[in-house]
């Protein structure tokens, strides 16, 4: 199932999670996004604003191939990271201001634990802004699996939330 639709940042931050989930609660940081148990922190380029959102919501083992996920046009994205999360409880998309974003419905694990595959693009043209417009674009990719990982960078060209050691 696909599910296309906006989300309002806030503070460079919008929120895959439990509805009770502590936005600082994370074991695992990467470029894309923060993640905990129950908890996805997806890190924007925007200070403020909407975003274009893409929920790619798989459920059968019929839509995981070869290479361990559904297929993704490396050259159509900025930066790709994946992780998998403990996921005991619904998770939704929230809004740092606690605001259910409906259109996106619950994701659940009938394993307990769901992958997690984040897509971004654009986020480095209007960087630290508030926009009234979107100008980003994320792919979420997601299905049940395994236990838990820490983040898997797969591409990062866009240069920003750059990790330094």
């Not at 696909?2 to 309002?8: D, F, P, Y």
């Amino acid at each position: 199932m696909t599910i296309t639709g906006l989300i309002s940042a806030a503070h460079h931050t919008f929120l895959i999670s439990a509805a009770d989930a502590d936005p600082t609660d994370t074991y695992t940081t990467g470029q894309v996004f923060d993640a905990g148990n129950n908890l996805i922190s997806v890190h924007t380029g925007i200070a403020y604003g909407p975003v274009n959102v893409t929920l790619e919501l798989l459920s059968g083992e019929d839509h995981i191939f070869e290479n361990g996920g559904p297929y993704i046009d490396l050259d159509a994205w900025d930066n790709i990271e994946e992780v998998t999360v403990v996921c005991r409880e619904p998770m939704l998309f929230i809004t740092l201001e606690n605001e259910i974003v409906e259109d996106f419905g619950e994701l659940t694990s009938p394993k307990g634990a769901r992958h997690f595959r984040i897509a971004t693009r654009g986020r480095a043209k209007h960087w630290d802004l508030d926009v009234d417009t979107p100008s980003e674009d994320y792919l979420i990719q997601t299905w049940p699996s395994g236990g838990p990982s820490m983040i898997h960078e797969i591409k990062v060209t866009d240069g920003v939330w750059l990790n330094e050691e």
